[in-house]
């Protein structure tokens, strides 16, 4: 049974930063690529970040420059550090993984709970 816990969300002003942390459990075999994705209400989940096994990277373009996702295999865990965060980067971000990278891309994996990020004055 594979399950992927997120931390880390919370609310923070326009400009500001948050590292959100998600830690995998269960197969490692299920879960090889990683991937962050957020719904804001009123929308469809969308991709935000995606990384391979191997460190190759996909970001939206709404948050290239701002976001960076990373991964650190001993552990099991995937971040996403988000800086200079927007009002529009407000949603529950989700941590999404899957043993294709092509698989995160598409939303075809295991899903987190969510976390809550809020960007407000």
């Known amino acids: 049974q594979v399950q992927l816990v997120e931390s880390g969300g919370g609310l923070v002003q326009p400009g500001g930063s948050l590292r959100l942390s998600c830690e995998a459990s269960?197969?490692?075999?299920?879960?090889?690529?990683m991937g962050w994705y957020r719904q804001a209400d009123g929308k469809q989940r969308e991709l935000v970040a995606a990384i391979s096994s191997g460190g190759t990277t996909n970001y939206a373009d709404s948050v290239k420059g701002r976001f960076t996702i990373s991964r650190d295999n001993a552990k099991n865990m995937v971040y996403l550090q988000m800086n200079s965060l927007k009002p529009e980067d407000t949603a529950v971000y989700y941590c999404h993984g899957a043993e294709l990278f092509t698989s995160v891309m598409k939303g075809l994996g295991y899903w987190g709970q969510g976390t809550q990020v809020t960007v407000s004055s």
């Open positions: 269960g197969s490692r075999f299920s879960i090889r690529a």
